[in-house]
Nanobody
């Protein structure tokens, strides 16, 4: 069993920054990809950014150049630095972890609200 615990959400004004963090715990945990997804009210959950164990990143077009994903394999953590935030970034952000055996896990979600 893998548990993902997110932190760092909140309310920020347009143009501001937030940093999300996610810590994974579990026995003999070796994670292939970690990432962030988001879901706005009435919409589907969409990819924000992912990062492989070797550090290869992938970003949604809408956040490229504004968000930066990073991870620490020794601590099984992944972070998302979000800069130049826009109201359209408002959503619940979910941490995701995919193991090498194909199983995947989700965090409980953290709210990010961008509003003046």
């Amino acid at each position: 069993q893998v548990q993902l615990v997110e932190s760092g959400g909140g309310l920020v004004q347009p143009g501001g920054s937030l940093r999300l963090s996610c810590a994974a715990s579990g026995r003999r945990l070796v994670i292939y990809t970690m990432g962030w997804y988001r879901q706005a009210p009435g919409k589907q959950r969409d990819l924000v950014a992912t990062i492989t164990r070797s550090g290869t990143t992938n970003y949604a077009g809408s956040v490229k150049g504004r968000f930066t994903i990073s991870r620490d394999n020794t601590k099984n953590t992944v972070s998302l630095q979000m800069d130049s935030l826009k109201p359209d970034d408002t959503a619940v952000y979910y941490c995701n972890a995919n193991l090498y055996d194909g199983t995947h896990y989700w965090g409980q979600g953290t709210q990010v609200s961008v509003s003046s």
